[in-house]
């Protein structure tokens, strides 16, 4: 019952022969695509969440969180390069688990890519409302511009860039390779550039205590962090078009990560060590000397930030634009509307890769029967599921008017560890049940490798906060009972039909988009 009706292995793997890719990447050429694709957004907008949670000890949660990253990267390359078509976790899962499983996957994935670019949206949010006040001197109302947790009312500029960006979906606008690593250097020149001048500056009695509170501040603090990673899977989608994939898959995986994981480093430090980061608590007392910390994304925090504003001591985690304002706090106001401006121009189309992916795991649901047809309809005139873009787009422009960015990305984290949880599953399976399938990769030492990933990501899953494990709890459970009520009745392989789609091997690979 639970691992019935799947998906045909055979018949998703003769989509994917039909594709024949040139194999030309290297290991070079695959770090360098590593990088490129989580370097970002997670960096920008979590700093001053991750601060709050471990102060310091923020830097042990950038390691932690890029070890989890590249096990499972590793699992997830193997089923990547077996099975390179559309819908990625899904359809592993599909293939391998049945649709039970499969199908709560791709409802975790709907968790991830909504959720996620509404966090995005707020993040981008807060570096140009602060580029906004600080470049023109006027002082925008908070209750414009921040969500009710912040201590606003609703964040207009969030949900702004959120309807833009389903407008430019819905008439089928997608960014050209060249402009998007145009938009990747931009990243990647702010944070090398706030490096070089925050670096230098550092003050080690910043760095005391390092870690506030405990480990398990730590952990919370690299459950959040997990969200400045993701998009390490554009590399195992690039499997298929390795060469020497053996060899190199693992190289540029963890070469990307691991540059990754020095950058981050870099600009946590820069962040410590020139303005200081440690938690803000409820009296303003320090935590050795019994002060509570206050949690983050709560009203109470809010209300306490506005007080050391007021006081004109404000700190690190309770800006919107942790970069920029640690920036103009060292001297460089104007490097620090820099640092706005690029954040600016680079996250909406981090925006659009997520709520492209959303659509595409929706769509390729719906083909299935699992989801209405509706959902898998094509506007006539702009070839674009519009209209389970609209409804996308409506959400998350929600989540971003309403909700702070570490929730949001708290939220979008618990689908994707559930979703890479279950790829590793499903390889560690595969390779017993179906051990002569050819497999252009193979995860290195999977009996160590898979159970590895599959605890990491349970262990950053458990250090997410309650708020956020209930809420997946939830969504699980109306997963459950839409499936029972409405998707196993009229799935198409529950009634014996399996459509192998050819348009599928040429479709955008649908898994965690570059969102970091």
């Known amino acids: 019952m639970l691992f019935d009706r799947v998906k045909p292995l055979d018949a998703i793997l003769a989509t994917a022969e039909k594709k024949s890719l040139h194999r030309s990447l290297g290991a070079f050429q695959l770090t360098m695509l590593g990088i490129g694709a989580v370097i970002g957004t997670g960096i920008f907008v979590l700093t001053a969440e991750a601060a709050q949670k471990a102060g310091p000890g923020m830097m042990l949660s950038f390691i932690i969180a890029g070890f989890v990253c590249a096990v499972a990267a590793l699992c997830y390359a193997e089923m990547a390069a077996m099975v390179p078509v559309s819908g990625s976790a899904y359809t592993y899962s599909y293939a391998v688990m049945g649709e039970l499983i499969a199908w709560m996957v791709g409802w975790a994935l709907i968790l991830e890519y909504a959720v996620a670019a509404g966090a995005v949206s707020v993040g981008w949010s807060g570096y140009v409302v602060g580029l906004i006040e600080n470049a023109f001197s006027i002082d925008i109302p908070d209750m414009l511009v921040l969500g009710p947790y912040d201590g606003g009312m609703i964040n207009l500029p969030a949900m702004l860039i959120a309807g833009l960006v389903t407008w430019l979906l819905v008439i089928g606008t997608k960014e050209s390779a060249f402009v998007n690593s145009i938009l990747v250097a931009i990243k990647v020149a702010a944070l090398t550039l706030f490096i070089v001048l925050a670096v230098p500056v550092m003050n080690m009695e910043n760095f005391e205590p390092f870690s506030p509170l405990g480990f398990a501040g730590v952990s919370a603090a690299a459950a959040s962090i997990f969200f400045a990673y993701v998009g390490f899977d554009a590399v195992s989608t690039a499997a298929e078009e390795t060469k ?59 209300q306490r930030c506005a007080a050391l504003a007021a006081a004109g001591s404000e700190q690190v985690v309770c800006s919107k634009e942790a970069l920029a304002w640690t920036l103009r706090e060292i ?64 959400f998350v422009a929600m989540f971003a008017a309403f909700f702070p960015v570490g929730k949001l990305a708290d939220i979008s984290n618990s689908g994707t560890l559930f979703a890479f949880a279950a790829v590793s599953i499903a ?23 898979a159970p590895v990933a599959i605890a990491g990501c349970a262990y950053l899953f458990y250090s997410l906060g309650h708020d956020t494990k209930m809420m997946f709890v939830i969504w699980a459970a109306i997963g459950l009972v839409v499936y029972y009520a409405y998707s196993r009745k009229r799935s198409h392989v529950g009634r014996g039909h399996v459509e192998v789609h050819e348009a599928d091997a040429d479709a955008p690979p649908t898994s965690v988009p570059p969102i970091s």
């Open 331 to 394: 001297g460089w106001p104007q490097i620090g509307n820099l640092i706005g401006l690029a954040a600016g121009l680079a996250l909406p189309s981090v925006i659009l890769m997520m709520m492209f992916g959303q659509t595409r795991i929706f769509f390729v649901m719906s083909r299935d029967g699992l989801l209405p047809a509706v959902f898998s309809k094509v506007h006539p005139k702009f070839h674009t599921p519009h209209v389970i873009t609209i409804l996308t787009g409506i």
């Open 244 to 302: 020497n994939p053996q060899r190199n898959m693992p190289i540029g995986l963890i070469g990307s990560l691991g540059v990754c994981t020095i950058f981050y480093l870099l600009v946590a430090a820069g962040v410590i060590g020139s303005v200081g980061a440690q938690p803000v608590t409820d009296t303003g007392i320090a935590i050795a000397q019994g002060g509570v910390a206050l949690a983050p994304g709560s009203a109470e925090l809010s």
């Open 427 to 449: 390889v560690l399976v595969l390779r017993r049940t179906d051990p002569g399938r050819h497999r252009p990769f193979r995860t290195p030492a999977i009996i160590v490798t």
